[in-house]
């Protein structure tokens, strides 16, 4: 089975043209800002996306951590982190690009967000694994 890194490195491409061809940081800007309203919609959003999306990932990080590839931690938080800066690029570019704020390459940050992951959370093995860290 491929190392946590080369697993996380080739997510980068499919989820930066997904972030760039789907309109998903206006369907989860709706969703955060209507929850209260439909909570219908959010619970839609986190059984279809969400929470599947953090188990997959969560699932990857124990059996890095299994392998001795990956610190110890609670592999469902590490997948928090690990998520995060795509959520958040997607609101930044919903939100506040359009309102003026620089827009910026969405396949660069996940990148720089995976290395910045990897970086943290690989042992000395893992680190073996990893073949070396990108330059950002």
């Known amino acids: 089975s491929p190392s ?74 590490l997948a928090f982190q690990l998520i995060s800066p795509l959520i958040m690029s997607l609101i930044w570019r919903e939100t506040f690009v359009p309102a003026g704020a620089a827009d910026f390459d969405i396949r660069g940050r996940l990148e720089q967000a995976v290395e910045t992951f990897l970086a943290g959370v690989l042992t000395p093995d893992g680190r073996a694994a990893a073949g070396g860290f990108a330059a950002n």
């Open 4 to 77: 946590i890194a080369e697993l996380l490195r080739a997510l980068v491409d499919p989820m930066a043209r997904m972030a760039s061809e789907l309109p998903l940081g206006g369907v989860l800007k709706t969703v955060i800002g209507e929850a209260g309203n439909f909570p219908e919609l959010a619970r839609i959003w986190h059984d279809q996306l969400m929470a599947p999306t953090i188990e997959l990932l969560a699932e990857a990080i124990s059996q890095g951590q299994q392998r001795g590839e990956v610190r110890a931690g609670d592999p469902q938080a």
